[in-house]
């Protein structure tokens, strides 16, 4: 089956690190990404990670990927007022023509 | 280049109206969606084409039709439109050899 599932909300103060997670249910995914929606803007794509590996960096952004457990996450270092947004896991699986199933998106707001 | 973008940016319509979403893309890509976002239900596929001459169902599919008109647009029409198509509609991108998808800027429409 296809479902992503993601918490619904992230509290962080500027300058710590925000951690946000993603469970999926469909082990042949191929690859996972992480976008970013600002306020009435649409998608940015942050971030990949190919279903074959344990972690990517990114500058500030560190995606691990747990493949027995099905989990995702999205580690943002010295987080920034500008980091506020929802953020959404997606998966992409060759089985389904590569099309993408997102997550239901977790707000993430940063506190001075 | 402009990537994805759309028309109209915001829309009121009446129940019952018709009217057209146009999206284009200038990068080439050979596959296009069609997504629409409501509060707290995360992006739901409507329609895509993988490729110039194809469309298929995604997820939530009744009250639309869909036009590829060329590599470039594709578009999206409601043609009764009713108030439980009040939502941001996003059209999105993805080249053929991988699965990110470059989204536009997302049409908000409300039908009252």
Partial sequence: GEDVEQSLFLSVREGDSSVINCTYT????????????????????????????????????????NKKDKHLSLRIADTQTGDSAIYFCAEAFKAAGNKLTFGGGTRVLVKP | NAGVTQTPKFQVLKTGQSMTLQCAQDMN????????????????????????????????????????????????RLESAAPSQTSVYFCASSPITRAEQYFGPGTRLTVT
């Fill in chain 1, 26 to 65: 469909d082990s042949s995914s191929t690859y996972l990404y992480w976008y970013k929606q600002e306020p009435g803007a649409g998608l940015q794509l942050l971030t990949y990670i190919f279903s074959n590996m344990d972690m990517k960096q990114d500058q500030r952004l560190t995606v691990l990927l």
């Fill in chain 2, 29 to 76: 890509h050979n596959s296009m969606y069609w997504y629409r976002q409501d509060p707290g239900m995360g992006l739901r596929l409507i329609y895509y084409s993988a490729s110039e001459g194809t469309t298929d169902k995604g997820e939530v599919p009744n009250g639309y039709n869909v036009s590829r008109l060329n590599k470039r647009e594709f578009s999206l």
